[in-house]
């Protein structure tokens, strides 16, 4: 028996290798297989090809590496179709996989697709390209699962896997003295983003606002942790060519979320990040900023006023969201600021962020390998 599955980035990375380790008791002779990272390949997995590769970020970047994406995808499908595997599993990274999948399924393969496109937030015509695409959704909140239902798609809520990773009451004393910090340090954390595109635009900005902050309080520590090797050169070269290298920062390999949950507050870009800081029950102050064309054509997509999970899943802004123009060093020093200062607001935050966090904990591995197993009768 084989079974394939892609993961395109990190987040998919990890999604899929906690999948895999709810699989592996059930099925321990199986073959898993197609694209994949480091954690899917801790589980046994064989990746035909780096998922570096896959990893873009943004529509005109995509557009440029149209061609060489669209022949790893007909490659793999025909080494699909010719193999016939009893599943192939889509980790997120829908613009790649939800096309695969159609063909896949149409050839009468079984399909799954492992956290639905955010179509409650903008382009929700792409219901009907998942219709054609996936034989069962597996979804990570719990109001995905109406949606998918009334669209005739089979869905199980599996949970969110942050939520089973992250404690219910993170120890911010043992992150501090982790990262050889004062236990009664002021610290803010800096999250640009882990792809190069992101750290590109929004570098700068949160530097500046950090000098800003530092200029209020020299108390501050900031910390900053990095994805890999690559964006840490790229991040110590835009503070250099912007010369704000007198802005203390701590710089971390990794680490991200001992960074998180040594942090009186966040600066983070939005994303993932965003939901494992409210996971961690940070107060934050969620940015993006993103190339000026780019930002032309997706700003009219939108169907809600949030951008940010945690206001997403909160269905109100319960902390700030700054985009493109108005992500400005200087409201996001402000808005850092009153996140900082505010202690009635703290404390609401942290009663919510619970909140979310218990109706997004779920033994994930268990019940998202459970509905592989029914999908393909073991």
């Known amino acids: 028996m084989s079974l394939a599955l892609v993961a395109g980035e990190p987040s998919g990375d990890m999604l899929a290798a906690r999948l895999l380790s709810g699989l592996r008791p059930h099925l321990p002779e199986a073959r898993l297989h197609g694209i994949g990272g480091p954690q899917m390949m801790a589980q046994g997995f064989e990746s035909h090809w780096p998922m570096d590769q896959l990893t873009v970020r943004g529509l005109l970047p995509v557009l440029m590496r149209y061609r060489e994406l669209k022949g790893i995808q007909n490659a793999l499908r025909d ?39 955010q179509i409650w937030a903008w382009r929700g015509g792409r219901i009907k390209k998942i219709q054609r695409a996936v034989s069962h959704m597996l979804v990570v909140f719990p109001f995905e699962q109406e949606i998918y239902q009334k669209a005739g798609v089979p869905v199980s809520y599996v949970g969110h896997p942050l939520a089973e990773l992250i404690p219910l009451a993170p120890d911010e004393g043992a992150a501090k003295r982790q ?15 882990s792809r190069i595109s992101e750290i590109k635009y929004n570098t700068v900005a949160f530097v500046q606002a950090a000098r800003l902050l530092q200029a209020r309080d020299r108390s501050l520590r900031f910390v900053v942790p990095m994805a890999g090797e690559r964006q840490r050169a790229y991040f110590q070269q835009l503070i250099a060519q912007a010369g704000l290298q007198d802005v203390q920062l701590q710089l971390l390999d990794g680490q991200s979320h001992t960074a998180i949950a040594a942090a009186s507050a966040v600066m983070v870009a939005s994303g993932t990040a965003s939901l494992e800081v409210a996971l961690f029950k940070k107060p934050m102050v969620i940015a993006y900023k993103m190339m000026e064309l780019e930002w032309q054509i997706l700003r009219h997509f939108g ?76």
């Open 79 to 117: 080494q699909l179709l010719a193999e016939r595997p009893s599943v192939f599993i889509g980790a997120d990274f829908p613009g790649f996989n939800l096309g695969l999948e159609e063909q896949l399924k149409a050839a009468g393969i079984p399909t799954m697709h492992y956290i639905g496109p």
């Open 303 to 378: 169907y809600q006023p949030w951008i940010g999970l945690p206001n997403i899943l909160a269905r109100e802004f319960l902390v700030p969201e700054l985009l493109q123009h108005a992500a400005s060093p200087e409201a996001l020093a402000e808005a850092m600021w009153k996140q900082l200062s505010d202690a009635l607001h703290r404390q609401r935050l942290v009663q919510r962020f619970t909140d979310m966090h218990h109706s997004l904990l779920r033994d994930s591995a268990a019940e998202s390998a459970a509905a592989v197993l029914r999908v393909i009768g073991a």
């Open 179 to 193: 990262l050889g910090l004062p236990e009664d340090a002021n610290v803010v954390t800096i999250m640009p983003g």
